[in-house]
């Protein structure tokens, strides 16, 4: 007989008078770097910030290129960057902002399937859950506790 396997996923709506001053100092860093993004084809600016359990922050934006697929989003722009250097310490939290370049406020935002097993690989090899941060035009963060909330039904176990 058929049957179903389902996962249960949530996000938590954070709103900013309960932001913790490192939390407020992520999303602001993620907004503050968006503005650098190279972003001529989508006009779409993106930043994303990094702590890692070393206590050390990143920040990085999407960098775009005439061949298309050859543009990197700023959430694996940070992790390469951050894991590159920094390959013993566990990422901790990200911060992602958007926003498009010819409208004031914040886009809505979501790591796009890439990002999401990239944050997977380094939750894997660190044994630990990362926490995902966006910021919505509401001003509310959405937070995923763990990429599990984003990417349920994931590859992550070459062996089994
Ligand atoms: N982008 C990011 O950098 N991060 C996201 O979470 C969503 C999308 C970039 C990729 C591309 O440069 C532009 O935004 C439009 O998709």
Not at 89 to 112: D, F, Q, W
Request: proline share 6%; hydrophobic share 40%.
């Amino acid at each position: 007989m058929r049957k179903k396997i389902e996962l249960k996923v949530a996000l938590e709506v954070y709103p900013p008078e309960e932001w913790t001053a490192e939390d407020r100092s992520l999303i602001e860093l993620a907004q503050e770097t968006s503005k650098n993004a190279h972003a001529p084809y989508s006009d779409f600016l993106v930043g994303a910030s990094l702590l890692l359990e070393n206590g050390k922050v990143f920040a990085a934006n999407n960098q775009e290129n005439v061949s298309f697929p050859v543009g990197i989003c700023a959430e694996r722009a940070v992790l390469s960057y951050a894991m590159g250097n920094f390959p013993d310490s566990k990422p901790l939290k990200i911060a992602i902002v958007a926003k498009r370049r010819n409208e004031n406020g914040v886009a809505n935002v979501m790591p796009c399937g890439l990002c999401r097993q990239t944050i997977n690989e380094y939750e894997v090899k660190f044994k630990s859950s990362i926490t995902v941060m966006m910021l919505s035009p509401d001003g509310n963060v959405l937070v995923a506790h763990g990429i599990e909330q984003l990417l349920p039904f994931r590859f992550n176990d070459l062996n089994s």
